[in-house]
């Protein structure tokens, strides 16, 4: 059965930066496209930013023009990069990939922006 798993999460003051990472196993199909999602304390989960197997990026607002999103060649492996970290950042951090019409999404990983 596919699955994805995040990793790099912790915390960090503001200011400061992370690198999330996504690898996907379990599946002879790769991702047609793959994503990060977040979802604050009481908060909607909302949309981060995506990425296509040509490599096309597309942010949504909660990426603030801070974030960047990254994959290998394989798209097995998917990155995001995320520089000058705000308060407003912290929430859990969700993976996901979309596999013969199917939307897959990790477990989530925490991400805490705190002085």
Same mark, same amino acid.
């Given at each position: 059965?596919?699955?994805?798993?995040? &990793? =790099?999460? =912790?915390?960090?003051?503001?200011?400061? &930066?992370?690198?999330?990472?996504?690898?996907?196993?379990?599946?002879?199909? /790769?991702?047609?496209?793959?994503?990060?999602?977040?979802?604050?304390?009481?908060?909607?989960?909302?949309?981060?930013?995506?990425?296509?197997?040509?490599?096309?990026?597309?942010?949504?607002?909660?990426?603030?023009?801070?974030?960047?999103?990254?994959?290998?060649? /394989?798209?097995?492996?998917?990155?995001?990069?995320?520089?000058?970290?705000?308060?407003?950042? /912290?929430?859990?951090?969700?993976?996901?990939? /979309?596999?013969?019409?199917?939307?897959?999404? =990790?477990?989530?990983?925490?991400?805490?922006?705190? &002085?």
């Amino acid at each position: 059965q596919v699955q994805l798993v995040e &990793s =790099g999460g =912790g915390l960090v003051q503001p200011g400061g &930066s992370l690198r999330l990472s996504c690898i996907v196993s379990g599946s002879i199909y /790769t991702p047609v496209t793959m994503g990060w999602y977040r979802q604050a304390p009481g908060q909607e989960r909302e949309w981060v930013a995506s990425i296509y197997s040509n490599g096309t990026p597309k942010y949504g607002d909660a990426a603030g023009g801070r974030f960047t999103i990254s994959k290998d060649v /394989t798209m097995k492996r998917m990155y995001l990069q995320m520089n000058n970290l705000k308060p407003e950042d /912290t929430g859990v951090y969700y993976c996901t990939g /979309t596999i013969r019409g199917h939307s897959v999404w =990790g477990q989530g990983i925490q991400v805490t922006v705190s &002085s």
